[in-house]
């Protein structure tokens, strides 16, 4: 789950400190078992994944909300606003194509598309806000594309197709919540998330079917949104207070590195030739540009 970094992140010229790279990682990790999580799941269906995954994770953070904020939790609501209502329904598209991406196509292709968020980011910031983008950032948005390209050659039949394409809109949805959090700095992550999650259970409860979910299943969509989302966010929004907005971005890495990994560890889901190289060029070129960006500032 990408995080619009740079929103929630100490400014880039704060010092590091250790406790927040460790609750980033964290993160990263925790996010990163959202494929091998899913893949587990019988044969529940795609709403009803949704539904029951965004209900647990709407309580987990209301509750987290309620123990940190207090009294203050409501207030959090009503001051975001409209700014935080449209993130909200970007995080929704995302949970929502997320699921949709992995039962369409492979855990390597889903989160390495969506590493390409900020990049995508910073191409809409060009054109909404006029932000400039530096010639290496340019340079980067290209190698993304043709890793991208890549990845995408290979799919086999039209489902492939389209969840790849459902994870190249994760990656845009992802990116208009940056650009919006740019725009509007006080929007507070935990009230934006927990508001998309609600909108993502108002969607998919007309087409779930709650009552048919096996208990194991149950249970593991209950991890898929208290744990996997809910407890990944908490971590992160705690931890990327205390380190810069470019070292939160280089450390979101470990998830499309590690997710493809577990897949391939205990359920022998190998990532193809074109999914290895496109990937390997998408991550090397976001790391690279969020390196020379942290070197910079």
Not at 89 to 104: D, H, K, N, P, T
Not at 183 to 198: D, K, L, N, S, Y
Not at 276 to 285: A, E
Request: net charge positive.
């Amino acid at each position: 789950m990408t995080i619009p970094a740079a929103a929630r992140a100490a400014p880039a010229a704060a010092p590091v400190q250790p406790l927040g790279l460790l609750l980033v990682a964290a993160s990263a990790v925790i996010w990163s078992t959202g494929g091998l999580i899913l893949r587990l799941v019988g044969e529940t269906d795609d709403w009803t994944v949704i539904f029951w995954r965004s209900v647990s994770a709407c309580v987990f953070l209301l509750v987290f909300m309620a123990v940190r904020d207090g009294r203050a939790t409501p207030g959090l609501f009503r001051a975001m606003g409209l700014p935080g209502l449209a993130v909200g329904a970007c995080f929704a598209c995302a949970s929502i194509s997320l699921v949709v991406a992995l039962s369409l196509t492979s855990v390597a292709k889903t989160l390495l598309i969506m590493s390409a968020a900020p990049l995508v980011a910073a191409l809409l910031g060009r054109v909404f806000l006029g932000e400039a983008v530096r010639p290496a950032t340019w340079a980067t948005i290209a190698a993304v594309a043709a890793g991208v390209a890549i990845m995408v050659s290979d799919a086999e039949g039209e489902g492939a197709l389209i969840g790849n394409l459902f994870a190249l809109l994760i990656a845009i949805s992802y990116a208009g919540a940056i650009v919006i959090t740019r725009r509007h700095h006080a929007i507070r992550m935990t009230p934006a998330v927990c508001t998309g999650t609600a909108i993502a259970v108002a969607v998919s409860a007309p087409l779930a079917m709650p009552l048919s979910v096996p208990a194991p299943d149950l249970a593991l969509l209950v991890g898929f949104g208290a744990g996997q989302l809910g407890l990944g966010l908490a971590l992160f929004v705690s931890g990327a207070r205390l380190i810069p907005a470019a070292a939160t971005a280089l450390i979101g890495t470990i998830e499309p590195i590690l997710g493809p990994l577990w897949v391939w560890v205990f359920l022998a889901e190998r990532p193809t030739s074109a999914a290895l190289l496109g990937g390997g060029i998408v991550l090397i070129s976001v790391v690279t540009n969020t390196l020379l960006d942290l070197r910079r500032r």
